[in-house]
Every structure is written in structure tokens, then in C-alpha cells.
């Protein structure tokens, strides 16, 4: 089992991301010294914009159908935590390495056991709390204003000018 502190992003963490397969994950912003530890390992990090970016995952079902066991979430002094962790929170990822191999190939990747929170930035999500009342009107800090004149109208493309030529010429 081994650790590695960064910054979390994307983090489901407490119930799994369901947009594909269901599986609790974590995408660690990490510094380059722990990327080339990770690296080391045998773990894809890549590098974004952000820094270096590696991927903690675990299904939550097994192959044979059972379920994995939720991946545990503490905060800095050990005590349970059940809230979500934003992106930009400071954390500690507990993993174990495993290999695989399918037919598109084979790697190993990182399973993700646990998050130690340190220093949490709250998950907000779009819930409108970010805008302002605008029912005066007044929006000095929006940037731009409404269109004021319509879109132009689409162009014919040339096989809508063809339909009035003559077959022959």
C-alpha cells in the first residue's frame, strides 16, 4: 500500500461516478518529484496545464458481480468524513497497484482505498448561489451584454444553387 498528497479534482469519493462504468475516483494534481515516484510504479501521469495529473480508481463492482468495498474518507485528525470534497481540497490518496490485461492491451493502474482530507475546499455545485439578484437590473459585473441584432441568415451552399440550373448545359 503506498500514499501520495496533491490536490483533488473530479473526486467521487463517496458515492461512485456513474457517467460510464460505476467506480469511485479521484484525479490527483501531485508535484513532479511524486510523478516520477508514481511513474516509477508503473502509473500513467500526465501532464496537464495544472501540473502532473494521475488517476486513482476503484469499480464498485468486481468482475464476478460483488460489490468492492467504498473506498475510506477521513479528515486531517482520522475522524470519519461523509461530505464531498471539492475540487482544489488538499489530500492524501491511499492505493495499491495492481497489473492488468484486456484485449486492448495491458498496464497497471492505481486502486484507490482511501482519502485522508487535510485541507478541504467545499464541493459547490451549480445550485445558482453564485449569481446575484438581477431584478433591478443593475449587472455591472457580467461581462458583455445581450446580442442586440439577429444572427445573419445562412448562406445557400451550392448544391441548393444546383436545384435551379438545367439538367444540361
Known amino acids: 500500500m503506498a ?6 479534482n473530479w473526486a467521487s469519493v463517496q458515492s461512485p461516478n456513474t457517467t460510464y462504468e460505476p467506480v469511485y475516483q479521484v484525479d490527483l494534481t501531485v508535484s513532479e518529484d511524486s510523478a516520477q515516484a508514481l511513474k516509477d510504479l508503473g502509473l500513467t501521469v500526465k501532464k496537464t496545464d495544472e501540473g502532473f495529473v494521475c488517476k486513482f480508481k476503484r469499480k ?11 473506498p475510506t474518507v477521513v479528515l486531517a485528525d482520522k475522524s470519519p468524513f461523509d461530505g464531498l470534497v471539492g475540487n482544489g481540497s488538499e489530500v492524501i490518496v491511499q492505493f495499491s497497484t495492481y497489473e492488468w490485461k484486456n484485449k486492448f492491451g495491458s498496464g497497471i493502474s492505481a486502486d484507490l482505498q482511501g482519502v485522508q482530507v487535510i485541507n478541504l475546499v467545499e464541493y459547490r ?15 455591472d459585473e457580467v461581462i458583455g451584454g445581450a446580442p442586440t441584432k439577429a444572427p445573419a441568415p445562412k448562406k445557400p451552399t451550392k448544391d441548393e444553387f444546383d436545384d435551379d440550373l438545367p439538367d444540361v448545359l
Do not use: H, P
Open 125 to 139: 455545485a451549480g445550485d445558482g448561489e453564485e449569481f446575484e439578484d438581477l431584478s433591478g437590473g443593475d449587472d
Open 60 to 70: 464498485q463492482f468486481k468482475a464476478d458481480g460483488t460489490e468492492n468495498k467504498k
Open 3 to 8: 500514499k501520495v498528497r496533491g490536490i483533488a
